[in-house]
């Protein structure tokens, strides 16, 4: 009885909900404080709360055969905005890490309608269903990477991972900046290390016969704050966690590591790649070959910076580049905000238009040559056309995600389709760099 009585009322919540005449889309909650109280200011009866709702929304599971398996898929997803209010209450760093645990327990919708044909692609022999994927730094040490593509990404890229574990910076060292749709952090390559990383994807690699699992998966690689061979600790990524990518990424960009910045030199990105290819293509590979090889780069270059790593990608026919990461600068409307005085790197809506010309203008410099992934302040699906059209083969979200939660996926999917076919364009391919025409 009692079983029943809390699926009826998950039905009330999600008709209600399904009925509401508010328009779909990122709920960000300008009340809440714009700076970061300590956890301990956070009362157990929220959290308690919290909890109650996630298991509220777990528990319509048993409704999925009372109603066709799409509608219900998309209550599920619509139902998740209902927690985005207490997750805002809570310390961004505390919430952050509920939010992977969730997604690792299977506490998130799992997409069960096919995504639009139009936004199929294949990139490097992997074909994607979609082109949003997840960027670096929500799942550091690969805990949800079952969960989080479940959620309909069409990939979701781990990391970044150090070789040896380091704890990152001192908290507070996340921020966030409600009003503005951003994120400051300086976290600093907090992780696990790539031994615990590896056992995890290794157990997946076994329950799912393949790879880390059913989706695509890219592993990002970091080096350690400590370290003076930045090249040995990429090395040392590759060999252990490279059989478990569909695809890998240097990181060279982030603004929280000492010193990071220094390797998208031309001569010093030049020797790094050179090293961690040599290292990845000495490996056995079988009919597949080994994953690609991505660099992600800052925001926060010169036009001679972006020229010098186009002459580097070209030359040594790097896979990819992922642009970008964030940023050190504070465009407005963040400049005017308290918190912009705090150190580390910017990413969410005010980043968009700064990655974006990145984007494009690397895509230019590289004629179209090497797969570009536009990442950086998107925000709904037209963000995403944006990127696209500016010459990103496939985008990644993040801040976005953090605050909009598991529904903003479909959305940002509906929406990207939509604005193809107004466009005229048969398939997503067509659109790549059709502002650089």
Avoid at 135 to 156: I, R, S
Avoid at 386 to 392: H, S, V
């Amino acid at each position: 009885m009692a079983a029943w009585s809390s699926r009826k009322l998950l039905r009330d919540v999600l008709l209600k909900k399904a009925a509401s005449n508010q328009p779909p889309g990122v709920r960000c909650f300008s009340s809440a404080p714009q700076s970061a109280p300590k956890i301990g200011y956070y009362s157990k009866k929220g959290r308690l709360l919290t909890g109650a709702t996630i298991g509220l929304l777990i528990a319509g599971g048993a409704y999925v055969s009372t109603v066709d398996e799409a509608t219900f898929c998309g209550w599920l997803f619509s139902a998740t905005k209902l927690v985005n209010p207490f997750f805002a209450l809570l310390d961004p760093e505390f919430a952050h890490n509920l939010g992977v645990s969730a997604a690792a327990r299977g506490w998130v919708p799992r997409e069960k309608r096919p995504d639009p044909s139009i936004l199929g692609l294949e990139v490097w022999g992997r074909k994607f269903s979609n082109p949003v994927g997840l960027a670096a730094g929500f799942d550091k040490n690969a805990e949800a990477v079952d969960g989080l593509l479940a959620l309909g990404f069409g990939f979701v890229e781990v990391g970044s991972v150090t070789p040896v574990p380091q704890d990152g910076n001192p908290k507070p060292r996340i921020f966030k900046l409600r009003k503005e749709g951003a994120v400051i952090n300086r976290c600093g390559f907090n992780s696990e290390g790539i031994v615990a990383v590896a056992k995890r994807l290794g157990a997946q690699h076994v329950k799912h016969g393949g790879k880390a699992g059913p989706g695509i998966l890219g592993v990002n690689l970091g080096k350690n704050k400590t370290s003076e061979d930045a090249a040995a600790d990429y090395v040392q990524g590759v060999h252990t966690l490279s059989q478990y990518a569909d695809y890998l990424v240097i990181n060279v960009s982030s603004p929280n590591t000492p010193g990071l910045r220094m390797l998208q030199g031309r001569k010093q990105l030049k020797d790094l790649v050179k090293k961690v290819q040599a290292a990845r293509d000495e490996m056995q590979w079988g009919e597949e070959g080994p994953p690609p090889l991505l660099v992600k780069i800052a925001p926060d270059l010169s036009k001679e910076d972006l020229e010098d790593i186009a002459a580097v990608a070209l030359a040594l026919h790097l896979d990819g580049l992922i642009i970008s990461n964030t940023t050190i600068s504070r465009p407005d409307p963040v400049s005017r905000n308290p918190l912009a005085s705090e150190t580390g790197g910017l990413s969410g809506k005010p980043l968009f238009n700064l990655s974006t010309n990145i984007l494009k203008e690397m895509y230019i410099l590289t004629r179209g040559r090497i797969p570009l992934i536009g990442c950086g302040g998107i925000s709904s699906g037209e963000d995403a056309y944006k990127k696209i059209r500016a010459g990103a083969t496939l985008v990644q979200l993040y801040t976005a995600f953090a605050y909009g939660g598991p529904a903003l996926i479909p959305q940002i999917k509906a929406e990207l389709a939509s604005c193809l076919e107004r466009d005229g364009f048969k398939s997503i391919v067509d659109a790549i760099g059709a502002d650089c025409r």
